[in-house]
C-alpha cells in the first residue's frame, strides 16, 4: 500500500501557478497516480490522473519523475474558487483500497 | 449522466433511533464505495462493494450496516449510533473497484450525520 505525503498546507494569490507535490516513495509499478479536489461540505472531485512523464487536461497538469516516487499538480494561475484540499492518491486496478492521504490545503487570497 | 446522489442531505438521529443513507447512480459502474470524514481530515473508507457484493469491510462497528440492492444503489443501514459517529459520509462510484486507469471515483455530495 503506497503511502503519500504532501504538504499540509500552501498559500497562493489570485493568477499565480501553484505546484502541489506529493511524495510516494513505495509506489507500486502497476500504480497510477490520482489526484483529487475537495471544497467544504462536497466530495472529492477527480482532477486529473498519470502514470508517468507529464499529463495535461483543461484544469491542470500533472509532471511525474521516470522513478515516479513523487509527483507535482501544476493548477495554472489560480482564482479564489481553487481554494480547497488537494488530495494525492496512488492505488491500481486490482488495488481495492484507495487510502487518502492527509491532503493539502491551498488557499488563494486576492 | 455523470452524477451520484446522496440523500438525506442533512439527518439528526437519537442513539437509540434506525435511519438509513441511500447513494444512487446510473452510470454502470460496477463498484461503489461509503467512506466516512470527519471534519479537517480525509475520507476514510468503510466498505467496497463490487458488483453487488461487499469486497471491503474496514473493520467497521456493526451499528453500519451496507446494503447493495442493485448495481445503482448502495445503502447504508444506521442503528445505535454514537456521537462520535457524527461526520460527513460519502458515497462513491467506479467502473470497477481499486485506483488504476481511467477509474476515477465520482462522488455524491454527502449526507452530514449529527448523532445526539
Known amino acids: 500500500l503506497a503511502k503519500t505525503t504532501q504538504p499540509i498546507s500552501m498559500d497562493s494569490y489570485e493568477g499565480q501557478e501553484v505546484n502541489i507535490t506529493c511524495s510516494h516513495n513505495n509506489i507500486a509499478t502497476n500504480d497510477y497516480i490520482t489526484w483529487y479536489q475537495q471544497f467544504p461540505s462536497q466530495g472529492p472531485r477527480f482532477i486529473i490522473q498519470g502514470y508517468k512523464t507529464k499529463v495535461t487536461n483543461e484544469v491542470a497538469s500533472l509532471f511525474i519523475p521516470a522513478d515516479r516516487k513523487s509527483s507535482t499538480l501544476s493548477l495554472p494561475r489560480v482564482s479564489l474558487s481553487d481554494t480547497a484540499v488537494y488530495y494525492c492518491?496512488?492505488?491500481?486496478?486490482?488495488?481495492?483500497?484507495?487510502?487518502f492521504g492527509t491532503g493539502t490545503r491551498l488557499l488563494v487570497s486576492p | 449522466d455523470t452524477e451520484v446522489t446522496q440523500t438525506p442531505k442533512h439527518l439528526v438521529m437519537g442513539m437509540t433511533n434506525k435511519k438509513s443513507l441511500k447513494c444512487e447512480q446510473h452510470m454502470g459502474h460496477r463498484a461503489m464505495y461509503w467512506y466516512k470524514q470527519k471534519a479537517k481530515k480525509p475520507p476514510e473508507l468503510m466498505f467496497v462493494y463490487s458488483y453487488e457484493k461487499l469486497s471491503i469491510n474496514e473493520s467497521v462497528p456493526s451499528r453500519f450496516s451496507p446494503e447493495c440492492p442493485n448495481s445503482s444503489l448502495l445503502n447504508l443501514h444506521l442503528h445505535a449510533l454514537q456521537p462520535e459517529d457524527s461526520a460527513l459520509y460519502l458515497c462513491?462510484?467506479?467502473?470497477?473497484?481499486?485506483?488504476?486507469?481511467?477509474?476515477?471515483?465520482?462522488f455524491g455530495p454527502g449526507t452530514r450525520l449529527t448523532v445526539l
Open positions: 492518491l496512488v492505488g491500481d486496478t486490482g488495488f481495492q483500497k484507495l487510502v
Open positions: 462513491a462510484s467506479s467502473q470497477f473497484s481499486g485506483g488504476g486507469a481511467h477509474n476515477e471515483q465520482f
